[in-house]
């Protein structure tokens, strides 16, 4: 937590929004699979050292069922947020959500970093990076509901519920990707691994100037 509090306070002192590199907000509702196309993309840029994907904090014990991330108590991720450990954090779904403040600095030195985020902080993301490319990962109704379904964490009435939700948020503005994850994941997988070549080529070009 030391470190991360130093280049927030280093931070600090230059203009916000931070540049040169570029900022990617992966998206999406639950079942879209974007833990899994997230995972395609690493696979194919194993040696790409201007990528960085980002690991959350969570307020949720990690499992072989879900993301890999790191997991803090209630008490310590408040605490934590207070200490400026996080860039961005949000809550949902009665869980905290953090992202490191670490992905300040690789922003900030031309990096590309990759991030399963809320939609909810799009705003909030777009006035902290210059350079900002959303990734919307959808799929069908019929295929997110099964997904749900077989995670087993929640009820028919929480699965329907929490689908309605998806289906009333709308994203609008520069920069948002749409990519169907209904069918097979290398095809999704293939569509996201392009956005993030352009990502990577921009911010070659954008450390020229």
């Not at 949000?90 to 030195?109: K, M, T």
């Not at 705003?123 to 379904?149: G, K, M």
């Not at 520069?174 to 569509?191: C, F, K, L, M, Q």
Request: charged fraction near 25%; include cysteine; proline fraction near 4%.
């Amino acid at each position: 937590m030391m470190v991360s509090a130093s280049i927030e306070r280093e931070l600090s002192a230059e203009t916000f929004p931070i540049r040169d590199g570029v900022f990617v907000a992966v998206v999406g509702p639950s079942g879209a699979g974007k833990d899994t196309v997230i995972g395609f993309a690493r696979a194919c840029f194993t040696e790409e050292t201007r990528l960085e994907f980002i690991r959350r904090v969570i307020t949720r014990p990690s499992d072989a069922a879900s993301e890999d991330h790191d997991t803090l108590a209630e008490a310590a991720f408040v605490e934590a947020e207070a200490d400026g450990a996080f860039a961005i954090s949000w809550e949902a779904h009665g869980l905290r959500y953090g992202i490191p403040v670490d992905v300040d600095w690789s922003v900030a030195n031309g990096r590309v970093a990759v991030a399963n985020v809320s939609r909810a902080i799009i705003p909030t993301l777009r006035e902290r990076y210059a350079n900002l490319a959303i990734v919307e990962i959808t799929a069908s109704p019929e295929v997110l509901a099964e997904r749900l379904a077989m995670r087993g964490r929640e009820s028919r009435g929480e699965v329907l519920a929490r689908l309605a939700r998806s289906a009333n948020v709308t994203l609008s503005g520069p920069g948002v990707t749409s990519i169907d994850n209904s069918g097979p994941r290398d095809a999704a997988g293939e569509r996201f691994a392009e956005v993030l070549r352009k990502a990577m080529a921009f911010s070659d070009m954008s450390g020229l100037i």
